[in-house]
């Protein structure tokens, strides 16, 4: 079974609360902090030089996003990126995920009736897999 599979749950208000604030901190960091900061340097600079205008916060925030666009367009090292759909997880994973799960399931009714369809899908296509196994009787049936 796989070991690296990551869950994340975000139950409730204080789930949603807690996320936000990662993504807002997330931003801050990464987007606001660095557009604070070319928006200091530009203004330092523009004081030296009296036909430039000062700037504001969104200036510098777009400032920084120039920036990190033409570093990433004209550096020498190609940035490649491959999408591809993961593997899925083989029958015998899949039902040894779901044993786990329906043992921490025991009192939430919706995971229970999950696990019934779950169940159900696999029987269903066991039988079909079975059925189509040997054709030859298939079509001996048939006559």
């Known amino acids: 079974m796989r070991k690296n599979l990551n869950v994340i749950q975000i139950r409730g208000i204080k789930g949603l609360f807690v996320a936000g604030m990662i993504v807002c901190c997330l931003a801050a960091g990464f987007i606001v902090f660095p557009g604070w900061v070319w928006m200091h340097i530009w203004n330092f600079g523009a004081s030296y030089i009296s036909n430039l205008p000062s700037i504001g916060l969104i200036q510098g925030i777009l400032l920084w996003g120039i920036i ?3 570093y990433f367009t004209f550096r020498r090292e190609k940035i490649v990126v491959c999408v591809r759909s993961p593997k899925g ?4 994973e899949l039902k040894t995920v779901f044993a786990d ?3 921490q399931a025991q009192d939430d009714p919706v ?3 999950m696990m019934k369809a ?6 269903i296509n066991t039988i079909d897999a079975g059925q189509n196994d040997n054709p030859e009787q298939e079509e001996e049936n048939k006559n």
């Open 111 to 113: 995971l229970q009736a």
């Open 118 to 123: 779950r169940e159900a899908e696999l029987k």
């Open 68 to 70: 990190l666009a033409a």
């Open 101 to 103: 799960i329906k043992k």
């Open 89 to 92: 997880l083989s029958e015998d």
